[in-house]
């Protein structure tokens, strides 16, 4: 799967694993995962910034 360049590079029994690579930048990775809990909005807001790097409309755009 691969969404707004981010590129699945492993599941594994909970998470999924996604890679995103950008010319002049380091390699990013974050997971998803099944998790039943809720996420707070910092913590959400910190995930955007910090391992996607996009903002909250970015991420908004392309659900």
């Known amino acids: ?3 707004n360049g981010w590129v699945l590079i492993r ?3 909970r ?3 996604y890679e ?3 010319p002049g930048q380091p390699i990013r990775r974050t997971a998803v995962s ?3 809990g809720e ?3 910092g913590l959400f807001a910190r995930i955007l910034k910090q391992q996607i790097g ?3 409309q970015e991420f908004d755009n392309n659900k």
């Open 39 to 41: 996420i707070g909005k």
């Open 1 to 3: 799967m691969q969404r």
């Open 11 to 13: 599941s594994t029994g």
């Open 34 to 36: 099944k998790g039943t």
């Open 54 to 56: 996009i903002t909250k």
């Open 20 to 22: 995103k690579q950008e």
């Open 15 to 17: 998470d999924k694993i």
